[in-house]
Structures are given as C-alpha cells and as structure tokens.
C-alpha cells in the first residue's frame, strides 16, 4: 500500500472534455503538491496547496485540498493536447517526500 | 541556462557492471536528492543529501551509494548492475528539505543487459 494513492491510473479523453483526478491518503499533511511530467523530462511542480478546503486554479486547472488535508482533486477544465502527461501528487510527512502512484493522462484531439 | 542537469541521459550496460550517473544545479538549493522511477511510472525516493550530509536514506541496496564532492553536484554510483535496476533516475533538489518545492533533473535512462 501506497502512501498516496491516486485515481485513475490511466485516463484517455477527447479534447475539450472534463476530467478530474484523485489523490487519497489516511494521513494528514501539512501541505500537498501536484507536478506534472511530460514524457522524457521530470516533473514539474504545477501547485502547492496549504489550507484544508483550500481551491487554487491554474489556467484550466483546479485544485482541492481536502478539509481534512488527508486527500486532493485535480480538475481540468475543457482538457487539451498539450494536458497529456503524467500527473502525480506529492506530500511530505515528516522530512521524507513521497509521490503519489500517478494518473496517466492522453487528451485526443 | 538548465537548472537541474544529469549525464549520461541514456546508459547501456551489462550487468556486474559498475557505472556512475552525475547530477548538478546551479540554483544554489541547499537539498539535492535521487529518485528511481519504475517501468509503472511509481517515483520512489533513494537518497537526499542536505549540506554534505545524508538525511535520507530509504532502504536501497548498498550497492547504490551517492556522493557529493559539493553543494551543488550529487552524484549515484551503482556497483554490481543487476537486471532490475533498469529504470529511470532523476536527480532533484530544492531549498530546504521537507516541504519544497523540487526541481528536477532531464532523468537518466538506465538499461542493464
């Protein structure tokens, strides 16, 4: 068992569709991070979030913590081409870094 | 100018073999770390150097072994290459430890034959 553990695994769209993925954890964070990876490259931080509840929005992308800072949601909005990548979330408990199992994401277009 | 960089990008090689990946930044984090990267994409952390000094080290076999001749290079040495140690190796670093913000490295394609 994973600390983070996201769903879906794998997630293949048209352009222009809704998506929303799901980072789950039975531990409490102090904060949660999203990167994205683009295939042959390293993740890129897309968003730290801090505050249980908190909503921070990226372009076409929204984030959530949950209230109880145990689990986060990504959501895209109208999902384009240029979205495809690997979306992993990220938390430190302690002064370990974990990621999380990461979604696989292919927009079509 | 590349913030995090990593040589070789891709490395083939036998196994037994003994090789070296290198890792620099010129960001001036004070944190540099490793992460091996599975054929299902799962990012595991190996080892994270603060200072000079190892803070982390999560339970790889001894044959992996970082050095880090400074602040800004972190370097992997993996003695005897076994087949399963094929993979993706990214180096990172960041600020402080904990909860920052990682840059990460282009990845360094393994393949032990």
């Known amino acids: 068992t994973q600390l983070l553990e996201q769903s879906p695994q794998f997630l293949s769209i048209q352009e222009g569709e809704n998506l929303t993925v799901y980072c789950n954890s039975s531990?409490?964070?102090?904060?949660l991070q999203w990167y994205r990876q683009e295939p042959g490259e390293g993740p890129v931080l897309l968003v730290t979030?801090?505050?249980?509840?908190e909503v921070k929005k990226l372009k076409r992308l929204t984030f959530q913590f949950g209230d109880a800072r145990k689990d986060s949601s990504l959501h895209i909005t109208a999902a384009q081409p240029g979205d495809t990548g690997l979306y992993l979330c990220?938390?430190?408990?302690?002064?370990?870094?974990?990621f999380g199992t990461g979604t696989s994401l292919t927009v079509i277009p | 100018d590349t913030a995090v960089s990593q040589t070789p990008k891709y490395l083939v090689t036998q196994m037994g073999n003994d090789k070296s990946i290198k890792c620099e930044q010129n960001?001036?984090?004070?944190?540099m770390y490793w992460y091996k990267q599975d054929s299902k994409k799962f990012l595991k952390i190996m080892f994270s150097?603060?200072?000079?000094?190892?803070?982390i080290n999560e339970t790889v076999p001894n044959r992996f072994s970082p050095k880090s001749p400074d602040k800004a290079h972190l370097n992997l040495h993996i003695n005897s290459l076994e087949l399963g140690d094929s993979a993706v190796y990214f180096c990172?670093?960041?600020?402080?430890?904990?909860?920052?913000?990682?840059?990460f490295g282009p990845g360094t394609r393994l393949l032990v034959l």
């Open positions: 990220a938390a430190a408990p302690g002064n370990q870094f974990y």
């Open positions: 531990s409490v964070f102090s904060s």
């Open positions: 979030v801090v505050t249980g509840g």
């Open positions: 960001l001036g984090h004070d944190t």
């Open positions: 990172a670093s960041s600020q402080a430890s904990g909860q920052e913000t990682q840059y």
């Open positions: 150097y603060n200072n000079k000094e190892l803070i």
